[in-house]
């Protein structure tokens, strides 16, 4: 079993930034990548930003120039730095990994809330 534990959501004015931390551990073998999806209340959950263990990234549109997300390989975690916020970037973010093996797990979630 994987465990996804997620901190850094809170509430944050327009404008403002947060940093979202996601570290993974339990029965890790490899993680091939990792990253952050994000789901506003009636909408569907989508993605918001990817990076493979080789360092490469995947944004989405709405978010690219304002969000950066890295990752520390030795301590499993994933980081997403958010700048410049929007009160469209309300949602609760969910941190996702992709195993070696194929396998996807999720964290519970945390909340963003940009006021405006």
């Known amino acids: 079993q994987v465990q996804l534990v997620e901190s850094g959501g809170g509430l944050v004015q327009a404008g403002g930034s947060l940093r979202l931390s996601c570290a993974a551990s339990g029965n890790i073998y490899s993680i091939n990548a990792m990253g952050w999806y994000r789901q506003a209340p009636g909408r569907q959950r989508d993605l918001v930003a990817t990076?493979?263990?080789?360092?490469?990234?995947n944004y989405a549109v709405s978010v690219k120039e304002r969000f950066t997300i890295s990752r520390d390989n030795a301590k499993n975690t994933v980081y997403l730095q958010m700048n410049s916020l929007k009160p469209e970037d309300t949602a609760v973010y969910y941190c996702?990994?992709?195993?070696?093996?194929?396998?996807?797990?999720w964290g519970q979630g945390t909340q963003v809330t940009v006021s405006s």
């Open positions: 996702y990994t992709l195993l070696a093996s194929l396998r996807g797990y």
């Open positions: 990076i493979t263990a080789g360092g490469s990234t």
